[in-house]
């Protein structure tokens, strides 16, 4: 994989560095002479740092970063472009996620794959006051924190050498760097750690000095004598040695541990048809029409998760997957249903680097236009995480809140949840009307029927109904509802009701109840927005 750019794909605002004289040699450390607002030399490309220097009086023409044609970015700081941005401080988490981050990298934070860096890219953190509890806890002058820079740098390359070489060991190599694959490896091996599931949860750093250090050792005697014969062999000159060229374009990690060359890099950019995915979506729903209201409350309560104040929850890991959310009270039902549903479709385009977050959210806005609905934006590159992202239970609304049937409190609940997420009473109004679509089973929620008379077509009837109908309590065993009087084959809940008893609330309901056309372009703008709450990076796609 090569980790430096050839220096005509480097992206600067958009577009490639105008050359003056092309792309020509400088005389320096192998780099090449280009024109921004004036002469600018890439050179110096050691230690996986590339600087540029500019003119005189071009200091101002450098640009904070840019974009390489390899896929990932280069940050400019220090005098110098580097792989990772001023702030960034590796990664203070369990060994499994690290694991991710050293084969795939963080698209979200423009964070390339770990293995690519070296220490010219870390460099900034030998100017970083050091916590009590960063890199191993240690703390010191400049000399101590640029050796402890280093030493983290290392202890990273031995951990995750060892563990590539318990992965080959074991037969369990993949073919592809996709996250499922990734995972897998993974999972081969962490029986090898000395408190297995637990272990591979604690901060990597507390890994690498644990009794599994003792079978580390090895390893990091082999990648010692690698790593001293690469530094004495970079501090020859090009021009006296042209296989330092060789060694700077893999990465002095990935020199420093050959088998890292056994593993394909993941895909520079995700090749996914969506258009092809919703597809798939559409047809499953199109022949299966009580699936699509599910694959919406999927999509729904994969995003509704988040947690303006901590920025955390979301679409955007696509952990609904996990076993641990789906056990959460509002998603009771989804692991045999929607979830279910959506493996073949994820199994078929994992290999173009399909992520589940992207799936289970594509499937809310395809099933929704399956059923009648309009067509919602959506964007793709969300990045799937792993189970320590999955938030408590308890951020999703709930049917009923306080004392039996619609109160107060279930408007203080709504307002509580939706708030928690950004959204005003407008859009929580909004996004009550999905329950146009669907029906309540007792062994899921316990409540029981439709809200509508035709819960696979999206329309504004909840609305219609909540207004027009005459709703009374239900007489039976199961938790407090509502049904219509003429009938009693229809429900709504109490947070339903109390759409009625606040007036914030019912004067948007009336609105809707009057305007389908108004709720399908309201709704449709909400939506989205729900399906992109703590999010970023995201690039809006066309899907159908």
Partial sequence: MNVFPDPAEIVVDGGPIPAAADIAPDGGDGGAAAAVGGHLALNNVRDGTIEFHGGQGNEAALPERVETGAGYTLHMYGGGFHRVSADWRFPRCGVQDLWRQWWIGDTVRLVPPLRSLGHGDVKHLDNVPLADDEMHGRTGGYGARRRLSKKTLCDMLFLMNWMTERVEAAGHSENNTTISAVDRMFLSIAHLFADGARD????????????????????????????????????????????????????????????????????????????????????????????????????WHSSGTYDKETNTGGSGGGTIRFKEELSHGGNAGLAETAVKWMEPIHAKYEKDGLSYADLYTLAGVASI?????????????????????VTPDGRLPAADSGPPLADKSDAAHLRNIFYRMGFNDQEIVILSGAHALGRCHTTASGYDGPWTPTPTTFNNAYFTLLTSLNWVPKDWSGPPQYVDAPTGRLMMLPTDYVLLDDKSFLKWVKVYAKDGQKFDKDFAKTFQKLEELGTSGLTPTEWV
């Fill in 369 to 389: 236009k399956a059923m009648g609905g309009p067509t919602i934006g959506w964007s793709s590159g969300r990045r799937d995480q792993l189970e320590d992202s």
């Fill in 200 to 299: 591979s949860q604690k901060r990597w750093t507390s890994i690498v000095h644990t009794p599994t250090r003792n079978v580390l050792q090895i390893s990091k005697a082999r990648a010692t004598t690698t790593t001293s014969s690469l530094e004495a062999h970079a501090s020859k000159n090009d021009h006296e040695n042209p296989d330092r060229r060789a060694f700077l374009a893999g990465g002095f990690l990935a020199a420093a541990s050959p088998l890292m060359f056994s593993r394909p890099a993941l895909a520079e950019s995700s090749t996914v048809d969506y258009k092809a995915v919703a597809k798939d979506i559409m047809d499953l729903v199109q022949t299966n029409p009580d699936w699509g209201p599910t694959l919406v409350r999927l999509a």
